[in-house]
């Protein structure tokens, strides 16, 4: 257990919806990173969060965003989501250069 | 740029040693390398920081050659314990700092 949390582990939803994944860092941590993993594109870093302000974006695609509030916990959102979004979607959250990773949430798009 | 492993994969009896790549076209300030099991986050290796400097973890160790842009991962007397796919994530002296690049992965399977 990394001590980091996703919530909700699984999500199904249809083409063209919104959804919201949530990730609560370790204690202590102030950067959160999201990335996406699926078998097409592999492992692809999308935006680090630190102490509420963005800090390094990645291949996020415009109808994603993401924000890092003031309790630390950060939430991606994907909208008019589309069959290739279907993927592992992970946070993970460091206090230096290592990083741990939550559980990841699995979102599929029908 | 999406930085080069190799081999793909790899299959080792207990005790032997190994020797996972990862080669980039560009200028690099860090290399990452994480593992991950089947059904599991990736876990945090080490990270090897421009100047060569070689760092371990147990019996896991990797170097950082910035001329020639290559990272590599070695895995000496390998245990069951190591099967997984090793990543290794690239952070480019002229990319953002923090964006990571991530290989395809090298998958490792270690047999009895």
């Known amino acids: 257990d990394s001590g980091v949390t996703q919530t909700p582990k699984h999500l199904i939803t249809a083409t063209g919806q919104r959804v919201t994944l949530r990730c609560s860092p370790r204690?202590?941590?102030?950067?959160v990173y999201w990335y996406q993993q699926s078998l097409d594109q592999g492992l692809q870093f999308l935006i680090q969060?630190?102490?509420?302000?963005?800090?390094a974006k990645g291949n996020i695609l415009e109808r994603f965003s993401a924000q890092q509030f003031p309790d630390l916990h950060s939430e991606l959102n994907l909208s008019s989501l589309e069959l290739g979004d279907s993927a592992l979607y992970f946070c993970?959250?460091?206090?230096?250069?290592?990083?741990?990773f939550g559980p990841g949430t699995r979102l599929t798009v029908l | 740029q999406q930085p080069v492993q190799s081999p793909q994969a790899v299959i080792l009896r207990e005790g032997e040693d190994a020797v996972i790549n990862c080669s980039s076209s560009k200028a690099l300030y860090s290399v990452h390398w994480y593992r991950q099991k089947h059904g599991e986050a990736p876990v945090f290796l080490m990270i090897l920081l421009k100047g060569g400097e070689q760092k371990g973890h147990d019996k896991i160790s990797a170097s950082f050659n910035e001329k020639k842009q290559q990272s590599s991962l070695y895995l000496t007397a390998s245990q069951l314990s190591y099967s997984g796919t090793y990543f290794c994530?690239?952070?480019?002296?002229?990319?953002?700092?923090?964006?990571?690049?991530f290989g395809k992965g090298t998958k490792l399977s270690v047999k009895p």
């Open positions: 204690s202590g941590d102030l950067s």
């Open positions: 969060y630190y102490n509420g302000e963005e800090r």
């Open positions: 994530g690239t952070e480019e002296v002229e990319g953002s700092q923090g964006n990571l690049i």
């Open positions: 993970a959250s460091s206090v230096g250069f290592e990083q741990f």
